[in-house]
């Protein structure tokens, strides 16, 4: 099933009849780069079985059902392809719809911390029966197999690592304050000096992200935590216009920050010169 819009749709004619050649004829890197340009333009919010998919270059979004629900973190692999992994292991074809089944965690749970590096994915912690996890894993491209990594030093879950040059950043808001860093490449945790805020409110979920050298937490409250990574030993705490969580990592384009918002059940966006939702 294709899930096009009529409004995307329009503007695909429109970008394909503006490329033209003096002959009408479009040759083949034309059609490449309006294909790239539709492709790159897509960022996907899944809540539960519905799955918003925001076209940031024309400012719409489309809502679609799933056929399960996804109780667990996800990311865009690419641009048309989610990969969601919890209690099973699935890719999302943005353009069909189609889910496709992947081999499955040694550990299967909900609430999966994910990031990429590369062409490899790793899953943090989780949540199985009531209880957060330490427990890691890591596949890379196609997936055929997980790999045990070492536990994280403290039981995360429903939380969104975060990278900054050649580190992980793991963070969560529910019960602990400390702050781990993970290596890709020595796959090692490292718990930091810096901590979580004694005036930051614990106990909620939240996402996390790096931009120009920020960590910054977006509270389901009103809260948001700043650290500014290479040059402070803490963070700092201020309020926001209103309350965000989310279990993908946000896309960051030029200024702005496009996040799958729980609280909000919509993709928000986030500006970073002014610091505010938009």
């Keep these: 099933m294709a899930v096009l819009s009529a409004v995307r749709a329009k503007a695909w004619l429109v970008l394909l009849k503006s490329s033209e050649g003096a002959r009408g004829s479009l040759s083949l890197n034309v059609i490449r780069e309006v294909c790239s340009y539709f492709q790159d333009s897509l960022f996907a919010a899944i809540f539960g079985n519905r799955v918003h998919l925001y076209d940031y270059h024309i400012h719409n979004t489309t809502e679609h059902t799933l056929p399960i629900s996804v109780l667990s973190g996800y990311i865009q692999l690419y641009r048309t392809t989610v990969l969601i992994v919890g209690k099973e292991v699935l890719t999302l074809d943005l353009l069909t719809l189609h889910l496709a089944s992947l081999s499955p965690l040694l550990t299967p749970r909900n609430g999966v911390g994910v990031a990429q590096v590369g062409t490899t994915v790793f899953a943090f912690g989780g949540w199985d029966s009531g209880n957060r ?14 790999t045990a990594l070492p536990p994280m030093h403290y039981a995360r879950g429903f939380f969104t690592p975060c990278a900054f040059k050649a580190l992980l950043y793991l963070t969560s808001t529910h019960e602990y304050r400390a702050v781990e860093s993970f290596s890709p490449h020595t796959e090692t945790f490292t718990v930091l000096p810096v901590s979580l805020p ?18 910054l937490i977006l509270m389901q409250g009103d809260q948001m935590a700043r650290w500014k990574i290479e040059s402070e030993s803490s963070f700092c705490v201020s309020t926001t216009d209103r309350g965000c969580c989310s279990y993908c990592p946000p896309l960051i384009v030029g200024t702005e920050v496009y996040i799958a918002n729980f609280v909000s059940t919509k993709v928000d966006k986030w500006n970073l010169e002014t610091n505010r939702f938009v």
């Design 133 to 146: 996890m330490k427990v890691c894993e890591k596949s890379s491209v196609p997936f055929a197999h997980w």
């Design 198 to 215: 004694a005036d930051l409110d614990l106990g909620s979920d939240s996402v996390t992200f790096v931009a120009n050298g920020d960590l």
